[in-house]
């Protein structure tokens, strides 16, 4: 059994490099993996095969795993473990739609805040994403930094909005949001069309205007969430009871 658990996670995860806050960079490297879909829904999140393949002693993955529950992206099953999420559509759905709400919240909260430096980190991400997608995503490096982009750059908003109740409920709703979209759907257009997004919300946001911040913010969640429910209605397997979907490669 332990063989067959290393197996399923091989060359999913990164070793982690020594030092202090161990269980931190794992924890990063596993949550990582999850919302690259090196890790997929339904793959056992073996402590011990994960130690030997990060390098590290068993005590900061098990914390890091735990985490990973924490945030829902990943879950405990009975007499197997923790294993990664699998995507419940009805729950993505009514995720998406609290998604919305808050999102647009932090875009109008940062819009109100906004100084030149939050502005510098923003379009120098905008721009790198930009420079990423125009140059297609010919490796799963490229498709890794496209994911990693996406995630810092509504990061950033949220840091920019300063509430802390707001950033803490949607570090952990972005999360399985993530989990969900790369799963449900991996269209050669997603890269462009979230980056297209997110220069919007980015001019609304330079511009001062909280209520077109807002709007963009919200547009682009409704719009994914279209996109899910589009992709779900191609794919009737998603629609089974168990509708868990492994990443398209």
Do not use: C
């Not at 794919?235 to 009871?241: F, I, N, S, T, Y």
Request: proline share 4%.
């Amino acid at each position: 059994m332990t063989r067959e658990l290393e197996m399923s996670t091989q060359g999913a995860v990164n070793p982690v490099a020594a030092g202090s806050l161990l269980a931190d960079r794992a924890y990063e490297e596993l949550k990582g993996a999850v919302l690259a879909g090196r890790l997929h829904p339904g793959d056992a999140l073996s402590v011990p095969a994960l130690a030997t393949q990060m390098r590290i002693s068993r005590s900061p993955v098990r914390e890091a795993v735990q985490r990973l529950i924490h945030d829902g992206l990943a879950t405990h099953v009975a007499h197997r473990g923790a294993v990664v999420s699998t995507v419940d559509v009805e729950d993505v759905r009514q995720l998406y739609v609290v998604r919305e709400v808050m999102e647009g919240l932090a875009a109008r909260l940062a819009t109100e805040r906004l100084d030149a430096a939050a502005v510098d980190r923003l379009r120098r991400l905008v721009e790198r994403h930009e420079a990423l997608v125009t140059a297609e995503l010919a490796t799963e490096s490229d498709e890794r930094a496209h994911v990693e982009m996406d995630v810092a750059y509504h990061r950033l908003i949220r840091e920019a909005a300063g509430n802390d109740h707001l950033t803490a409920a949607l570090d952990t709703i972005q999360g399985r949001a993530h989990l969900a979209l790369h799963s449900l759907w991996r269209s050669p257009q997603a890269p462009r069309l979230a980056v297209e997004e997110h220069r919007r919300i980015f001019e609304a946001m330079t511009a001062g205007d909280p209520d077109a911040a807002e709007q963009a913010a919200r547009d682009h969640i409704r719009r994914l969430r279209t996109r899910l429910s589009q992709a779900v209605t191609a794919d009737p397997a998603a629609g089974e009871d168990h509708r868990a979907v492994r990443p398209i490669a």
